[in-house]
Every structure is written in structure tokens, then in C-alpha cells.
């Protein structure tokens, strides 16, 4: 059953993926296949494999307990906010904050997570930083 | 070019010190990733790249770095599987089987010793067969048009789809799926956006080592997450040795394991696992009655391991000399090469044989490393494992996101990371392989414009995806791989028998 779900957003993915190439406009001086068919013949492959995915699905997967759902999403919320508060907030702290949390959810005790945290993202962040070079952001509330 | 004169110059390559160290290094880190379980291959070279770019590593040492890890990586996936009974890697699922069995009964030194040692006999052998076959493939090659060119790619997907994961149709998704991301960006030859909606981070199209970190580095993560690994794991090593019966009793199993293996890894798709079961269970059947297998026979480590070894080379084979990848590290491999400027294919033996001769060296130094390292040293990488998960796990987390973030500088890259892993996570629950999706995306821009090349040299004209341009003949080559990615699409029917015999699955993730 599951599968079959799975099937139909497949489906919908390749539907879609053909209608938005299909309103690509613009080019000239293209070659005589020009820049579509190529995502056709993509979206042809994936649609008929969909198809024959409805058609014979596997048995459903085993889906985790409940509790592990909220710490995906927590994590996935996390990792999101990690993305926009790098720049402000800087690589050290975030990083910091982001390991605490993955630690805790691991089983750490929050102190556990945050020294090792820290201490960690200290140590790359140097090794990184002063001896190969690489810019991470420092964080505009230090600039 | 005489052989062993480019092999000697491949030598001068290996033995600068920067090259000796990077070898090292890269054999140190690949055999930590195999030993630690959850930790693949592939998110361990996709986490290693960006070093090379910001150290401005020369392509060479890039890439010795990089095989480094990858062949490194078998040698150290064994020790779990044969000490705790968690293979470390995929491609050791099979050594688990008699290897667990002789630990259990006090024999864990002799296993680990023979994986060692076969190991390092199927390393070199490899070599060996990659220094005489990578040649000879390339001259033939060399003739290649863009309608052998893009035959060729629709070869290497549907093997890569037929063997890749249990559900073909699944794999072959995947694939769509990598080939629709390699779409995202400007058209190679008209220049209009495709598939950016509006977002000007995507023009330069997606970037192949967020969605390498995305779909297994944070993956992975949520992956043990789930699994909630027990912490701390405590194993008695013993002494490595091995007695000089042993060894004679494996010595044949080794060798044709390692030429089957190297063999198996010349194919797209058929990676290191897949070498690995198909070498037990051939060694199973011939040697039959003779030995224990299932029961602790030392030919069952034996074989496994000097199988998935040897594919490993074999692997890259068609990556140096046809710029087609089989497997998911070999496609992060060729993105690395070609970011450095250097795109694999026929004219790499020529045109840049330090890259090819110095990393072909390189592999010798590399296996010899390995043995010692592996050798006395399992005790200290089997205590690694005693570092609790909570530190492990999201430490590796942060070097992906300083990984991440080194490519462009951007926390919009960031984001796609997230959705590309959670991506990679549901994939990984709904058994969809992975690597495809790398593939087709590494992949995806050459099949592109080569299909419309060779389209453009026929004017339109559809037949000229199977005749030469120039002559006006039908080319022999084109028309023979278009038959054989049809054919390879039975191979599951055939790989299926190989697992009925009572062994589990053969996985991607190689």
C-alpha cells in the first residue's frame, strides 16, 4: 500500500517535471533537439516505472515507534534553522547548539552534549579556519 | 607509451612527500569509516572533497587521497563483521557469516589476518589487472563518437538499475530521479534556465556534493537515529597471526576471488557488496563438501574480502578510462576531477598520466600501508568503537555541514542539504538505492549534450544514435551496448538465483 502512494507522488513528480519543461521559453540558435526532449525521455522513464511500481508494490516498509518521529522532525526543523542562523549567529555557536541537541537525542545528558559540543566545534572550527584555510562565518553579533 | 616507463614516472608521482602523506592519510580515514558501522564510503569521500578544494590539491593528489579512502575502507569494513558480527560496511555483510563463526570459537585472530592478507593480495592483483586492462580500454575508446558515448551511458544505467538495490523499477526512479536534478540549471547549448524557478543559487545547476552529504551523510544520521545503536561496544582481539596452513588453504580462494571480484568491479553498478556474495557463493559451491562454509570455514572470510577488495579496483576502471562512474563513490570521484579540472575518458592516459600512472603507484604504497596498519593496529581501531554515539554521530554531522558550506560559501546550500536528507531517509525506507541518483546526476549533463550531438550531426535525423557520422556505417560498437543494456536488465532474474542460496541482499551503497 504504501508503495502505491509512493507510486502516485512518483507519478505526479514526472507529470509535473514534463508540464514546467514544457513552458521553458526561450533559446534560439539551439540545436534541431533544442533543450526539452531530454526531460521528456526523463520524465517518461520515471512515469512508467511509477506506473509499474502501482501496479506490483513491495510489501510496506517496517516504520519506526512513534517518539522517533518527533526527534526526525526536530532534527529536520533544526537543521533548517541551522541553515538561516549561521550567518548571524556564526558557525561556533550554532554548530555548538545543533551537536548539543543531536547529542541529547542520542541519549547524551544535556551537559554531556553541550562540552563535548563545544569542544569539538571549537577544535574544527581552528583546524578549519587558521590551518587549511576555509572561511566560516564568524557571525554579524561579534562583527 | 611503454608501460613500465609511465609505471616508474607513477612512482615519481606516489613517493613526493605530499603524495606519500595524502596516501596515508587516506588509508587511516578509509579504514576508521569501515570499521565504524553507519558510517559509508561514500559520505566519508564526499566529506573529503571539499578539503581537497580548499587545500587547491593538485588532481593527482586529490584523487590518491580519495581511492585512498575508498579501498581503505574495505580493508577496515571486515574487522566488525568478523569481531562483533556488525559489518561495518555493506560489502562485508557476507564476511560476517564465517567470520563471526571462527571468532566465536577463538579463532578471530587467524580471520582477521587472512582479511588482512587477502586483502592486500586482491589490492595488488587489481592493480595490476587496472595497469594492463585501463590501457587497452582507453585505446579503444579513444575512437568513441557521441552516439557510442551516449549508448555507453544508457549501458551503464540499466546494468547500474538491474544490479543496484532489490526493485529494479526502484532503482531505475532513482536514476530518472539524478538525472532530473542534473537538468536544474542552464541548458549546455541554448543557455535558458531550466528548472530554476526563479532561484538564482540553482543557475549553476545543483552541486553534486550537497546531494552526496544530503542523501547519505545526514541520512545516515537519521538512519541510527532510528536505530538508536547500542553506545559503547567492548570486543576481545587476540593475537593477529595466521599459520602457514591457513594460508596455503586460502591461497587459491584468494586468487580467484580477486579476479572474479576485479571482474565484477568493471561492470557499472555491480559494486563491492555484489563482488563479495557472488565470491562466496562460488567458492561455496566449488569447494562443496570440502569445506564448512556457514560454519566458520576460513575460506569464507577469505573470499569475501579479497573479492570486494579487487572490485574496488576494478571500479575504476571504466571512471579513468571511459568517464563513467559505476558506483556512487566513483561518480563523487569524478565530480572531484572534473571541479579540478580534469575530465576523465580515453585521452586521460595521455593527457594527464600523472593523475592515471600516479594513482595506479599510489595503490601499491596504499595496500602495503594498509597491511601494516591493519595488522598490528585492529586493537586500537576495534577501541574507537568505545566512543560513545551521541559524540560520534553528531560530530560527523558538523564536518558535513563545514563540508556543505565550504562549496559556495552559501547557507542556501545548507537548506538543500536538510531536504536532501530527509530525501535520502525516506529513499533509504521505501528501499530505493542511493547511488543512482549521484550517478544520474554526475552523469546527466554528458548523456544530454552527447545525445543532442549526436542528433545534431544527423540533423535530427534519430538514426544517428546508431551510425557513424562520418562513414555512414552502422557503428558495431553503439548498436552491441545498446543490446547489451537490454540484456542487463534480466540480470536480476539471474542474481536472484545467487541469493536464493541462503545469503541476504547485496546492496548498493558502493
Known amino acids: 500500500m504504501a508503495d502505491r502512494i509512493v507510486g502516485a507522488l512518483i507519478l505526479m513528480l514526472a507529470i509535473g517535471y514534463a508540464v514546467v519543461g514544457s513552458r521553458m521559453v526561450g533559446g534560439f540558435l539551439s540545436d534541431p533537439l533544442g533543450p526539452r526532449p531530454f526531460p521528456y525521455l526523463i520524465a517518461t522513464l520515471m512515469g512508467l516505472s511509477a506506473l509499474w511500481l502501482l501496479a506490483r508494490p513491495d510489501p510496506n516498509p517496517s516504520w519506526p515507534k512513534k517518539e522517533f518521529w518527533l526527534s526526525f522532525g526536530l532534527v529536520l526543523v533544526s537543521l533548517v534553522a541551522y541553515a538561516y542562523l549561521i550567518v548571524p549567529l556564526g558557525f561556533i555557536i550554532t554548530t555548538t547548539l545543533e551537536m548539543t541537541l543531536l547529542s541529547v537525542l542520542f541519549g547524551a545528558r544535556w551537559w554531556q552534549g553541550l562540552g563535548g559540543g563545544l569542544a569539538f566545534t571549537l577544535s574544527i572550527y581552528f583546524l578549519f579556519t587558521q590551518g587549511l584555510g576555509v572561511t566560516l562565518p564568524t557571525g554579524r553579533i561579534f562583527g | ?510
Open chain 2, 1 to 510: 607509451m611503454d608501460i613500465l616507463q609511465a609505471l616508474l614516472n607513477g612512482f615519481g608521482v606516489a613517493f613526493q612527500p605530499l603524495n606519500l602523506l595524502l596516501v596515508a592519510l587516506g588509508c587511516l580515514v578509509g579504514t576508521l569509516i569501515g570499521v565504524l558501522p553507519g558510517i559509508g564510503p561514500i559520505s566519508g569521500v564526499a566529506l573529503l572533497v571539499p578539503l581537497t578544494f580548499a587545500l587547491k590539491m593538485p588532481p593527482e593528489s586529490a584523487l590518491i587521497l580519495l581511492a585512498g579512502i575508498y579501498y581503505g575502507a574495505m580493508y577496515g569494513g571486515s574487522t566488525t563483521s568478523i569481531l562483533l558480527n556488525i559489518p561495518g560496511e555493506t560489502s562485508s555483510v557476507v564476511t560476517a557469516i564465517d567470520g563471526n563463526k571462527m571468532a566465536k570459537s577463538g579463532r578471530a585472530g587467524p580471520a582477521l589476518a587472512i582479511a588482512a592478507w587477502g586483502s592486500f593480495i586482491a589490492g595488488t592483483l587489481s592493480v595490476v589487472g587496472l595497469m594492463t586492462l585501463g590501457p587497452l580500454l582507453a585505446q579503444w575508446a579513444i575512437r568513441f563518437g557521441p552516439a557510442e558515448y551516449f549508448a555507453l551511458m544508457v549501458f551503464g544505467f540499466s546494468t547500474l538499475s538491474a544490479l543496484a538495490g532489490r526493485n529494479m523499477f526502484k532503482a531505475l526512479i532513482a536514476t530518472a530521479f539524478g538525472l532530473m536534478l542534473a537538468t536544474v540549471g542552464q541548458d549546455p547549448q541554448s543557455g535558458i534556465s531550466r528548472y530554476t524557478f526563479g532561484l538564482l543559487q540553482l543557475e549553476d545547476g545543483m552541486d553534486f556534493l550537497i546531494v552526496a552529504i544530503g542523501l547519505f551523510a545526514v541520512s545516515e544520521v537519521l538512519m541510527i537515529l532510528e536505530d538508536k545503536a547500542p553506545g559503547a561496544i567492548r570486543a576481545q582481539v587476540g593475537r593477529i597471526y595466521i599459520s602457514f596452513k591457513d594460508f596455503t588453504t586460502s591461497i587459491t580462494t584468494i586468487i580467484r576471488s580477486s579476479v572474479l571480484g576485479f571482474l565484477i568491479g568493471v561492470l557499472p553498478g555491480a559494486g563491492a557488496s555484489i563482488a563479495a556474495f557472488v565470491a562466496y557463493t562460488t567458492e561455496k559451491r566449488i569447494l562443496g563438501a570440502k569445506g564448512r562454509f556457514g560454519e566458520g570455514d576460513i575460506r569464507g572470510v577469505a573470499a569475501p574480502e579479497s573479492a570486494n577488495n579487487a572490485a574496488a579496483g576494478g571500479a575504476l576502471i571504466p571512471l579513468l578510462t571511459l568517464g563513467l562512474p559505476g558506483s556512487g563513490t566513483t561518480a563523487i570521484m569524478l565530480g572531484a576531477l572534473v571541479s579540478l579540472g580534469v575530465t576523465p575518458g580515453p585521452q586521460m592516459f595521455e593527457q594527464h598520466p600523472n593523475v592515471v600512472w600516479g594513482l595506479i603507484a599510489s595503490m601499491y604504497v596504499g595496500n602495503l600501508i594498509l597491511l601494516l596498519l591493519n595488522l598490528p593496529l585492529v586493537g586500537l581501531f576495534v577501541r574507537l568503537l568505545q566512543v560513545p554515539s551521541w559524540f560520534l554521530i553528531p560530530a560527523v554531522l558538523a564536518i558535513s555541514f563545514i563540508g556543505v558550506y565550504a562549496v559556495n560559501n552559501n547557507p542556501f546550500d545548507l537548506l538543500l542539504m536538510a531536504i536532501f536528507g530527509m530525501l535520502g531517509y525516506l529513499m533509504r525506507k521505501f528501499d530505493f538505492p542511493l547511488a543512482p541518483v549521484l550517478l544520474g546526476l554526475v552523469l546527466g549533463y554528458l548523456m544530454e549534450i552527447n545525445l543532442r550531438r549526436a542528433l545534431t550531426l544527423s540533423n535530427g535525423n534519430p538514426s544517428g544514435l546508431f551510425v557513424n557520422p562520418i562513414s555512414g556505417e552502422v557503428s558495431i560498437i553503439a548498436v552491441s551496448l545498446w543490446v547489451l543494456a537490454a540484456l542487463s536488465l534480466f540480470a536480476p532474474a539471474i542474481l536472484a538465483r545467487f541469493r536464493k542460496q541462503g545469503l541476504g541482499s547485496g546492496d548498493e551503497e558502493m
